[in-house]
């Protein structure tokens, strides 16, 4: 696969890990709220995250980019959005993806943890939908300025 030139733009994804249909839309609205137009793959569960980061039987491999970004949640069918994570940051080729952690879990040994095992920003989702979609519309805000290396 060519490298993308430093100048040349390509779409990059954001993986979305969320088994919850209502917050995956709500995310989803208010990250394009935020103006942030990348392309979002939605996901439910641990293992269906892994499959889409490995892609080793999926048969457009060579047409397939890793994510620019995965959001998040801790609490996911098959594997827990723990297992996700680690399972991301000892592999060579996700270990320099960014993680978001978005989840209910406001535990600060959770938090910790999380930290431990290389996420790079942990959100609590709100329960309250007014403030649930703030929350999201300003990650969405962070997520527009935040500058990530180049996959080469």
């Known amino acids: 696969?060519?490298?993308?030139?430093?100048?040349?733009?390509?779409?990059?994804?954001?993986?979305l890990v969320e088994?919850?249909?209502g917050h995956a839309l709500l995310i989803e609205k208010n990250l394009r709220r935020a103006k942030v137009t990348n392309q979002i793959t939605v996901v439910t569960d641990g293992q269906a995250a892994l499959d889409y980061l490995s892609s080793e039987n999926d048969k457009t491999?060579?047409?397939?980019?890793?994510?620019?970004?995965?959001?998040?949640?801790?609490?996911?069918?098959?594997?827990?959005?723990?297992?996700?994570?680690?399972?991301?940051?000892?592999?060579?080729?996700?270990?320099?993806?960014?993680?978001?952690?978005?989840?209910?879990?406001?535990d600060p040994r959770e938090i910790t943890k999380c930290y431990e095992l290389g996420c790079n920003v942990y959100v609590t989702k709100p329960v309250d939908?007014?403030?649930f979609s703030?929350?999201?519309?300003k990650l969405?805000?962070?997520?527009?300025?935040?500058?990530?290396?180049?996959?080469?």
Request: no cysteine.
């Open 61 to 106: 491999k060579d047409d397939h980019l890793l994510p620019i970004l995965v959001l998040l949640d801790l609490n996911i069918p098959v594997l827990d959005g723990y297992q996700v994570l680690t399972h991301m940051k000892a592999d060579e080729r996700t270990k320099h993806i960014p993680v978001v952690i978005l989840t209910t879990t406001d």
């Open 19 to 21: 088994d919850d249909p």
């Open 140 to 152: 969405g805000l962070f997520i527009s300025i935040v500058a990530i290396p180049n996959q080469s």
């Open 1 to 15: 696969m060519p490298v993308p030139k430093q100048d040349e733009k390509r779409e990059v994804t954001i993986l």
């Open 129 to 131: 939908y007014g403030q």
């Open 134 to 137: 703030e929350a999201i519309h």
